[in-house]
T-cell receptor
Framework: DQQVKQNSPSLSVQEGRISILNCDYT??????FLWYKKYPAEGPTFLISISSIKDKNEDGRFTVFLNKSAKHLSLHIVPSQPGDSAVYFC??????????FGTGTRLQVFP | KAGVTQTPRYLIKTRGQQVTLSCSPI?????VSWYQQTPGQGLQFLFE???????NKGNFPGRFSGRQFSNSRSEMNVSTLELGDSALYLC??????????????FGEGSRLTVL
């Protein structure tokens, strides 16, 4: 049972445009959400997080939005850069329990 | 500050064999989590150790086991390897228990190929 789902396995965006990566979850007990970025041959690295008491968190070009009623979160990257090309994983946890990851979305930013 | 170190980085085994993977966390980190990454399945949680105790376990068969030593270094073992065990095994450490509003710091992974 996949509690965290990323339904788009890949996304292609032109440089300078906005990238929107989506993530859905099924467990209403999740109260903390994170996004990780992974380059080939490297481990995932933390990007941005959001607590369930918020609906938005921003860090430079990266903004995460949380819609608790829809059990949906999204990561916006503006403007997108070629160096953003990577696999992005969303993750969630409930009551400080283990992190559950999604299946990932491969983002490609082309010139 | 050194990052999370995983050894070996690559290994090839045959069905039925067993394998041990090692993970050295960031100095001072007490939690070590293990994940399996396969195409289409994302990162599947294996287990987490905190202060030498297994804190959480994922839905993997008993062939998958792990342990943590007093210096926080961790090992995971897979016995009676199957072709489906071919994957990238990622180790992550954190100062406190994972999910506790703390991010995980990942190693580069150990890529296991089972022939």
């Amino acid at each position: 049972d996949q509690q965290v789902k990323q339904n788009s396995p890949s996304l292609s965006v032109q440089e300078g445009r906005i990238s929107i990566l989506n993530c859905d979850y099924t467990n209403s007990m999740f109260d903390y959400f994170l996004w990780y970025k992974k380059y080939p041959a490297e481990g995932p690295t933390f990007l941005i997080s959001i607590s369930s008491i918020k609906d938005k968190n921003e860090d430079g070009r990266f903004t995460v939005f949380l819609n608790k009623s829809a059990k949906h979160l999204s990561l916006h990257i503006v403007p997108s850069q070629p160096g953003d090309s990577a696999v992005y994983f969303c993750a969630a946890s409930a009551n400080t329990d283990k992190l559950i990851f999604g299946t990932g979305t491969r983002l490609q930013v082309f010139p | 500050k050194a990052g999370v170190t995983q050894t070996p980085r690559y290994l090839i085994k045959t069905r039925g064999q067993q394998v041990t993977l090692s993970c050295s966390p960031i100095s001072g980190h007490r939690s070590v989590s293990w994940y399996q990454q396969t195409p289409g399945q994302g990162l599947q949680f294996l287990f987490e150790y905190f202060s030498e105790t297994q804190r959480n376990k994922g839905n993997f068969p008993g062939r998958f086991s792990g342990r943590q030593f007093s210096n926080s270094r961790s090992e995971m073992n897979v016995s009676t390897l199957e072709l489906g065990d071919s994957a990238l095994y990622l180790c992550a450490s954190s100062p406190q228990a994972s999910g506790n509003t703390g991010e995980l710091f990942f190693g580069e992974g150990s890529r296991l190929t089972v022939l």
